[in-house]
Nanobody, 116 residues
Framework: QVQLVESGGGLVQAGGSLRLSCVASGSIFSINLMDWYRQVPGKQRELVATITSGGITTYADSVKGRFTISRDGAKNTVYLQMNSLKPEDTAVYYC??????????WGQGTQVTVSS
């Protein structure tokens, strides 16, 4: 089983930046890819960015050019660098790990609030 712990959320003004971190522990060898999702109350969880074990990245259209997902294998950490933040980026951000054997793990979430 994989445990994921996010950090780095907070309050920032529009146009500002934040970097989220997700530290993985446990059976990390089983992780095939890592995602960042976000969710606002009353809405479905939205996929923001993905990075595969091979380093391939994909992004939601709403964050392309502003967000960057990356990883540090030595630290078992995945990052989400968020630049040019907008009020509509306000959400709880979740780290998600997908196992090559099926299933996945979620972190507890970190709140990002962007003020206008």
């Amino acid at each position: 089983q994989v445990q994921l712990v996010e950090s780095g959320g907070g309050l920032v003004q529009a146009g500002g930046s934040l970097r989220l971190s997700c530290v993985a522990s446990g059976s990390i060898f089983s992780i095939n890819l890592m995602d960042w999702y976000r969710q606002v109350p009353g809405k479905q969880r939205e996929l923001v960015a993905t990075i595969t074990s091979g380093g391939i990245t994909t992004y939601a259209d709403s964050v392309k050019g502003r967000f960057t997902i990356s990883r540090d294998g030595a630290k078992n950490t995945v990052y989400l660098q968020m630049n040019s933040l907008k009020p509509e980026d306000t959400a709880v951000y979740y780290c998600h790990g997908v196992s090559r054997y099926g299933g996945g793990s979620w972190g507890q979430g970190t709140q990002v609030t962007v003020s206008s």
